[in-house]
């Protein structure tokens, strides 16, 4: 597989990174919008305002969300191992796959997670960009699992040409075609055996009266003494 870089895989990845400044979980208090957190926010901390019964809105700091910290180095990372080249593809289904299970897990928790942080005062709902992020991550992995097989048939296919190039080349049926008798099921050995060529007949011409000798042709002299016939 030619070591090139996949521009849909780097997009993908890049698409996930972005996401995380979109708005990922909005916490509302008696079906009041309190706040919104994006995945940025998520994964490096932020510091919130909580409204209080009486007096102005408490500030309070959110620790970083792991998950959402790993989910945000996976986008960061995968679009390096992008930008390496297609060998790396191994590592972009890694890094797309750990980003989006973290991300799942992170939603899961998400409500608990923000009760404490609120000290039981608020409700989380999770927004469409928190969505497109783990969609996007899980397209990157997929995609580069596609980039991984067709790499292995690529490489199947210089194999094979290779092994052809030194198989036995084919040895043609002798005799001929031409030469082959119609018939189906004929063999040289089932060949009943031909008979032995007959010489042809000599003619007898007789001998010569005179000195005895055979005759070889019907000419009216001997050809030995010269005699008349």
């Known amino acids: 597989m030619e070591n090139r870089k996949s521009i849909a895989s780097i997009l993908l990845f890049v698409g996930s990174a972005l996401c ?7 916490v509302s208090c008696g079906g009041v919008k309190v706040f919104t957190l994006s995945g940025q926010q ?3 901390g932020a510091s919130i305002q909580i409204p209080q019964a ?3 809105p408490k500030a309070q700091r959110t620790d970083p969300n792991p998950l959402a910290s790993v989910a945000a180095l996976c986008a960061l990372l995968g679009v390096a191992l992008s930008l390496a080249g297609r060998k790396l593809a191994v590592g972009g289904v890694v890094t797309g796959a750990v980003g989006a299970v973290s991300l799942g897990v992170m939603g899961a928790r998400m409500q608990g997670d ?5 000290e039981g005062l608020g409700q989380a709902s999770l927004e469409p960009g928190f969505s497109l992020t783990v969609f996007l991550l899980l397209a990157a992995a ?3 699992i596609y980039l991984l097989i067709q790499g292995k048939g690529a490489a199947a296919l210089p194999a094979a040409a290779q092994e052809n190039q030194f198989a036995p080349a084919a040895i043609p049926p002798w005799p001929p075609a031409a030469q082959q008798p119609a018939s189906p099921g004929y063999s040289a050995a089932a060949a009943p055996p031909q008979p032995p060529p007959i010489p042809e007949p000599v003619a007898n011409f007789g001998f010569c009266g ?5 005759l070889k042709s019907a000419a009216p002299f001997c050809s030995s003494c010269g005699a008349r016939i």
């Open 142 to 144: 997929a995609w580069n």
């Open 54 to 56: 009486f007096g102005p």
């Open 20 to 26: 995380f400044f979109l708005p990922f979980v909005t």
């Open 42 to 44: 998520l994964a490096t």
């Open 114 to 118: 923000i009760q404490r942080a609120t």
């Open 210 to 214: 005179d000195c005895g000798a055979k």
